[in-house]
């Protein structure tokens, strides 16, 4: 989920042209004819819709990142293509940092660290007292026992920059990683697919990519300029991993950030529901889950499902 006006999982170890809506089935009539095969039977099979929304729900997909990181994404035609966020599959090192930088992980591995260190500190300057007692400065021992406790008192000093070091250097391998790495695709009845042709959509925080799977269920595009305030809808989505929770709430009206439209919704937008579906009563998708506003409740946004490429379940 990004955060406007605004992690690393532990230390050291994401306006086109409109489309006609696809005849829309009655709100919580689900399709009388199950689809005959394919990913689509099985689905119906072990999850039948009782609504609209369950139809959606059973294209609706979990992402999990190599680095600790959860997102949605849902498919949009029967040959599995998926669309989510960018930021959801991307790496991005710099935001990282800033997580690392800012969590409490980092505060309290350096707390340990530098208590570890004077203890030991304590102990040397202990020894080198005694040392100087019974046999003076100048004796070996004394100044062995100086030399160990000055680099201590260095090490100490250097502690912060240090970890900071090490932060950097994990982020940086993690990056390198992330360009091979594979994702783990789950649906709704646990079937899981590992995914890593990856295709990012230029300027927007939009992401696809194919599941090796066929016949797959699928939600409809609807026409996200003909939403009306005060209009019904629906998320679908993993929030804090809780796989496939629905949350409802409002069309509160459309927000524009330079030449880019966002849906702006009271529907809860949690972090793992970002890339998911933003639908109607009827189960259709108009917009993209991505970003909610900082220091509120009940404000976020979503992408016009018309900005998603043409071609891409089109």
Same mark, same amino acid.
């Not at 997580?99 to 020894?127: F, G, V, Y």
């Not at 008192?153 to 070091?165: C, F, M, T, Y």
């Given at each position: 989920m990004?955060?406007?006006?605004?992690?690393l999982?532990?230390?050291?170890?994401?306006?086109?042209?409109?489309? $006609?809506?696809?005849?829309?089935?009655?709100?919580?009539?689900?399709?009388? @004819?199950?689809? %005959?095969?394919?990913?689509?039977?099985?689905?119906?099979?072990?999850?039948?819709?009782?609504?609209?929304?369950?139809?959606?729900?059973?294209a @609706?997909?979990?992402?999990? &990142?190599?680095?600790?990181?959860?997102?949605?994404?849902?498919?949009v035609? $029967?040959?599995?293509?998926?669309? +989510?966020?960018?930021?959801?599959?991307?790496?991005?090192?710099a935001?990282?940092?800033?997580?690392?930088?800012q969590?409490?992980?980092?505060?309290?591995e350096?707390?340990?660290?530098?208590?570890?260190?004077?203890?030991?500190?304590?102990?040397?300057?202990?020894?080198?007292?005694?040392?100087?007692?019974?046999?003076?400065?100048?004796?070996?021992?004394?100044?062995?026992?100086?030399?160990?406790?000055?680099?201590?008192?260095?090490?100490?000093?250097?502690?912060?920059? #240090?970890?900071?070091?090490?932060?950097?250097?994990?982020? #940086?391998?993690?990056?390198l990683?992330? *360009?091979?790495?594979?994702?783990?695709?789950?649906l709704?009845?646990? &079937?899981?697919f590992d995914?890593?042709q990856?295709e990012?959509?230029?300027?927007?925080?939009l %992401?696809t990519?194919?599941?090796?799977?066929?016949?797959?269920?699928?939600?409809?595009?609807?026409?996200?300029a003909?939403?009306r305030?005060?209009?019904?809808?629906?998320?679908?989505?993993?929030?804090?991993?809780?796989?496939? @929770?629905? @949350? $409802?709430?409002?069309?509160?009206?459309?927000?524009?950030?330079?030449? *880019?439209?966002?849906?702006?919704?009271d $529907?809860?937008?949690?972090?793992?529901?970002?890339?998911?579906?933003?639908?109607?009563?009827?189960?259709?998708?108009?917009?993209?889950? +991505? %970003?909610?506003?900082?220091?509120?409740?009940?404000?976020?946004?979503?992408?016009?499902?018309?900005?998603?490429?043409?071609?891409?379940?089109?």
């Amino acid at each position: 989920m990004l955060v406007i006006g605004g992690a690393l999982a532990a230390l050291l170890g994401r306006e086109a042209p409109e489309v $006609a809506p696809a005849p829309a089935q009655a709100a919580g009539s689900p399709s009388l @004819t199950p689809p %005959a095969s394919g990913l689509a039977a099985q689905l119906s099979a072990s999850h039948p819709p009782g609504n609209s929304i369950e139809t959606a729900r059973n294209a @609706t997909v979990f992402i999990q &990142t190599p680095w600790g990181s959860m997102g949605s994404g849902f498919i949009v035609d $029967a040959d599995c293509r998926v669309v +989510t966020n960018r930021h959801v599959l991307q790496f991005d090192s710099a935001s990282a940092l800033r997580a690392a930088e800012q969590s409490p992980l980092i505060a309290k591995e350096l707390h340990r660290r530098q208590t570890e260190l004077m203890a030991d500190l304590k102990a040397l300057n202990a020894k080198y007292r005694e040392e100087v007692r019974q046999n003076g400065k100048g004796s070996g021992a004394a100044m062995t026992l100086k030399l160990k406790i000055d680099a201590l008192q260095e090490d100490i000093r250097a502690l912060p920059d #240090s970890v900071r070091e090490a932060v950097r250097d994990n982020i #940086s391998k993690t990056e390198l990683y992330a *360009r091979t790495a594979k994702y783990k695709v789950s649906l709704v009845d646990g &079937t899981a697919f590992d995914v890593h042709q990856i295709e990012y959509v230029d300027q927007r925080d939009l %992401a696809t990519f194919r599941l090796p799977a066929a016949n797959c269920p699928y939600i409809k595009p609807g026409q996200s300029a003909q939403l009306r305030q005060g209009e019904r809808l629906y998320t679908i989505g993993s929030p804090s991993g809780l796989t496939y @929770t629905v @949350t $409802a709430g409002i069309f509160s009206g459309y927000r524009q950030e330079g030449d *880019r439209r966002y849906l702006q919704t009271d $529907a809860p937008i949690n972090p793992g529901n970002s890339g998911g579906p933003l639908i109607t009563e009827v189960g259709e998708v108009v917009g993209i889950n +991505t %970003a909610v506003l900082l220091g509120t409740q009940g404000i976020g946004f979503a992408i016009p499902v018309e900005d998603v490429p043409d071609g891409v379940g089109r």
